[in-house]
């Protein structure tokens, strides 16, 4: 039975309605790829454009600029175009709320 | 059926027993409970030490097992050879991942049983895990340069591939050469630890010579076929700045080393005498991966589940870095190991805690190469999850290399430097 509960459950969280399963954690994780860079949840030492608490609409607008060409860029224009529009919002979302 | 949050807790817990977990956490505001045993404090291991403090609040203890005193980076190493930074500026102490609570033991790790979960240190000390990551980075085939021993690479036929006292001792060659003299380094075949950057060295070796001593050579011996990245940005680097100073040799595999005459021999080409004899041998994932039976790629690299960089033979013990078989396209970079120390962190505190997973991340990776002192250039990807391939694949139409090298590049790549080291270990 115990089994069967799992299997249960599994399937009840893929009926949550978001875009990802466990979307904040997918958020958080989808952001610290980009850390590397431009500092721990999004706090650069300096050199990278700090991202916490970077405005959620401004970030996307930025990446969809980048990913267009719109915006110059060393190489954040061949970055951004390894991101989905929802992936690019879920890192948005996370940066969005870091203080 | 409906399951309440009561009956939810139950199957979380089964879920997690079945998973291997030895406790679960209360609704403290920690996430998750158990020990975890990092072996390797580079890139990745310092990372996923950090990373799984901070993803379970505090809940799960980090025990980070490392041999040397302070993490050294091997990105920019090449600028202290050149005498463009020191050995302190890419020097950074532990001292900030105890601050996020990690235990730090300076020690080698003998063996792991993975059976009973412990691993033992060279003092005799013996330390039990819940989860084990495995981040030894490379060790050296010595048989792939017949002559070389791993004592003369100690004294005289030094590889500067582990960032350290390698270093040091490489860059006093370099300044003890006559002008006039040769500086070879000599390439082992792919897969090796980042593949720029014997071609980055050439170029710094190459910079410092032509305003100290000018008469010199630097000579790349490559056992590969072709430069193995950014060919075109080197080639044009070594045109346009280093004319009559580098050459380059593809298809130069050593067939053997005399390091008395200083003398390396290839199967299909003439011998090559040189100064300085910077030869780096093939590699392989660290000894201690092969003692804990991890290694499965052709007896060189370790095969993990990159969903969560489980070992394919073990799933309680991670691999990372560059001791892992790597994913189609996936570089054995120091920043491709931090993207998977993420990976890893997030897949223990899931497991560990009994959350929910969340969907596969998205990785990438951002590499760049001084050229000369001031002038850099980059290559990048970006990697994705592919469910049904089961791998990470780079994403198509993404990523790429620097237009031309130029001075915004060289700052960004210290700027990189600075903040990857600070979100590794700080």
Redesign the interface.
């Known amino acids: 039975m115990k089994r069967t509960s799992v299997v249960i459950a599994l399937a009840l969280f893929g009926l949550t309605g978001s875009a990802f399963a466990n979307e904040a954690n997918y958020g958080r994780n989808m952001a610290s790829a980009c850390s590397s860079c431009h500092g721990t949840n999004g706090k650069s030492v300096g050199g990278m454009e700090a991202l916490a608490g970077y405005p959620k609409d401004k970030l996307v607008k930025a990446l969809k600029d980048f990913r267009e060409g719109a915006k110059p860029a060393t190489v954040m224009h061949q970055l951004a175009k390894g991101y989905t529009d929802a992936q690019v919002e879920a890192i948005a979302t996370f940066y969005a709320a870091q203080k | 059926?409906t399951?309440n949050r009561r009956?939810?807790l139950?199957?979380?817990a089964?879920?997690a027993a079945?998973a291997g977990v030895v406790g679960l956490s209360g609704c403290t505001g920690a996430k998750g409970s158990g020990n975890v045993v990092v072996i390797g404090g580079g890139y990745g291991g310092a990372t996923v030490a950090?990373?799984v403090r901070?993803?379970s609040d505090g809940g799960i203890n980090v025990t980070l097992i490392e041999r040397n005193t302070n993490f050294v980076s091997c990105p920019m190493s090449n600028l202290v050879l050149a005498g463009e930074k020191k050995l302190e500026d890419i020097t950074v102490s532990y001292e900030g991942l105890k601050k996020h609570g990690v235990r730090v033991i300076q020690g080698d790790v003998t063996a792991v049983d993975a059976d009973k979960r412990s691993v033992k240190l060279a003092n005799g000390d013996t330390i039990t895990y819940d989860r084990l990551v495995v981040s030894p980075g490379i060790d050296f085939m010595w048989e792939s340069v017949p002559g070389l021993t791993p004592e003369l690479a100690n004294t005289k036929i030094l590889h500067g591939w582990k960032a350290g006292p390698q270093t040091v001792a490489l860059k006093k060659q370099l300044e003890d050469m006559k002008d006039g003299g040769v500086f070879a380094i000599a390439i082992p075949k792919a897969p090796y630890r980042c593949p720029p950057g014997p071609y980055e060295r050439a170029c710094l070796v190459a910079h410092y010579l032509k305003a100290k001593k000018p008469k010199s050579k630097v000579l790349i011996l490559d056992a590969n076929d072709d430069v193995q990245s950014k060919k075109g940005l080197f080639m044009a680097a070594w045109k346009d700045l280093y004319a009559g100073i580098i050459e380059y040799r593809p298809k130069h595999e050593i067939s053997s080393l005399d390091a008395n005459s200083m003398t390396l021999k290839f199967e299909f080409a003439d011998a090559v005498k040189a100064d300085v004899l910077n030869v780096v041998p093939g590699q392989k994932a660290g000894d201690i991966a092969k003692q804990a039976g991890l290694v499965t790629v052709n007896n060189r690299w370790c095969g993990v589940d990159w969903r969560t960089t489980q070992s394919t033979v073990h799933p309680t013990i991670h691999v990372i870095g560059d001791a892992t078989q790597p994913a189609p396209g996936m570089p054995k970079s120091g920043?491709m190991t931090?993207?998977h120390a993420?990976?890893a962190a997030?897949a223990i505190v899931?497991l560990m805690s009994g959350?929910?997973?969340?969907?596969p991340?998205?990785?990438?990776n951002?590499c760049y190469s001084y050229v000369d002192g001031k002038q850099a250039v980059?290559v990048?990807?970006?990697?994705?999850y592919d469910a049904k391939e089961k791998t990470f694949k780079?994403?198509a139409?993404?990523?790429?290399v620097?237009a031309a090298r130029?001075e915004?590049?060289g700052?960004?790549a210290?700027?990189?430097a600075?903040?990857?080291w600070?979100?590794a270990l700080?």
């Open positions: 059926m399951i009956e939810f139950k199957v979380s089964a879920g079945a950090k990373y901070m993803w920043h931090t993207q993420k990976i997030a899931s959350e929910q997973p969340a969907d991340m998205t990785i990438a951002t980059h990048a990807s970006v990697h994705t780079t994403v139409g993404s990523g790429g620097s130029n915004i590049e700052k960004y210290w700027a990189w600075k903040n990857v600070a979100d700080l």
